[in-house]
C-alpha cells in the first residue's frame, strides 16, 4: 500500500485568495488524483495529476480555477485561485497504479470566508 | 454519463450482527470495483477490491460481492463492532474507455452511513 500525506490539513482564507495544496506519497505511483468532497456527500473527481504533463480535467472543473501540478511520481499540488466560499470543501488525493487500488491522503478542509 | 449508486443512504446495526451495503453501478465496461470506508474527519481508506472476472471476494470479516448481469455490488460485514461506524462508498473504474485508452479514475457512489450500537 502507498501512504499519503497532504499539507494542508485545514486552512481558513479569504475570497479572492489562492491556496496550494500539497500531496506527497511515500512510493512510486503511476497515477494522482484530486478529488474534492464537500461535507456528507461523495467524492467528485477534479483531475488527473500527470507528470510532467498538464493535468487532465473532468467537466465542470478547469486549469484556471484548480492548476495541478506533477513534476514527479511521488509529488503533485493543487491551488485553489481567486477563492469564494462555494470552494469550501475537502480536497483529497490519491495514488495508486493503473487498475489497481487507489490509496488516499488524508485530505485538506477548506473554509473559504 | 456512469454513475454509481447505493439502495440504502444510511444502515443501522447492533453490534455482532452482520451488514450488508449494497451498490448498484451503470457502466458495463467497469472492470475493477473498490470498497472503501470513510471516519469522520479523515480520508478514505481502502477495504477490499474484486475484480470483474471474480463473483466473490473475501477478506478479514469482510466479503464483496460482484453480480455482472445485474450490475450490482455489496459489501458484507461479519460480526460488526462499533468501530466499523463511518461511511462507506463503492468506487467503479473502468480500465479502458470505449475507445481502448488506459485510464484509473474511479467513479464513486453516494455512499451509506453506517452506525454500529452496542
Known amino acids: 500500500s502507498a501512504v499519503i500525506s497532504q499539507k494542508p490539513s485545514r486552512d481558513i482564507c479569504q475570497r479572492g485568495t489562492s491556496l496550494t495544496i500539497q500531496c506527497q506519497v511515500d512510493?512510486?505511483?503511476?497515477?494522482m488524483f484530486w478529488y474534492r468532497q464537500q461535507p456528507g456527500q461523495s467524492l467528485t473527481l477534479i483531475a488527473t495529476?500527470?507528470?510532467?504533463?498538464?493535468?487532465?480535467?473532468e467537466s465542470g472543473f478547469v486549469i484556471d480555477k484548480f492548476p495541478i501540478s506533477r513534476p514527479n511520481l511521488t509529488f503533485s499540488t493543487l491551488t485553489v485561485s481567486n477563492m469564494s466560499p462555494e470552494d469550501s470543501s475537502i480536497y483529497l488525493c490519491s495514488g495508486g497504479t493503473l487498475g489497481n487500488e487507489q490509496y488516499f491522503g488524508p485530505g485538506t478542509r477548506l473554509t473559504v470566508t | 454519463g456512469e454513475s454509481v449508486g447505493l439502495h440504502l443512504p444510511t444502515l443501522s446495526v447492533q453490534e455482532g450482527d452482520n451488514s450488508i451495503i449494497n451498490c448498484a453501478y451503470s457502466n458495463s465496461a467497469s472492470d475493477y470495483f473498490i470498497w472503501y470506508k470513510q471516519e469522520s474527519g479523515k480520508g478514505p481508506q481502502f477495504i477490499i477490491d474484486i475484480r470483474s472476472n471474480m463473483d466473490k471476494r473475501q477478506g478479514q470479516r469482510v466479503t464483496v460481492l460482484l453480480n455482472k448481469t445485474v450490475k450490482h455490488l455489496s459489501l458484507q460485514i461479519a460480526a460488526t463492532q462499533p468501530g466499523d461506524s463511518a461511511v462507506y462508498f463503492c468506487?467503479?473504474?473502468?480500465?479502458?474507455?470505449?475507445?481502448?485508452?488506459?485510464?484509473?479514475?474511479?467513479?464513486f457512489g453516494q455512499g451509506t452511513i453506517l452506525t454500529v450500537h452496542p
Open positions: 495529476a500527470n507528470q510532467g504533463s498538464e493535468a487532465t480535467y
Open positions: 468506487a467503479e473504474n473502468a480500465s479502458r474507455n470505449a475507445g481502448g485508452t488506459s485510464y484509473g479514475k474511479l467513479t
Open positions: 512510493s512510486q505511483v503511476t497515477m
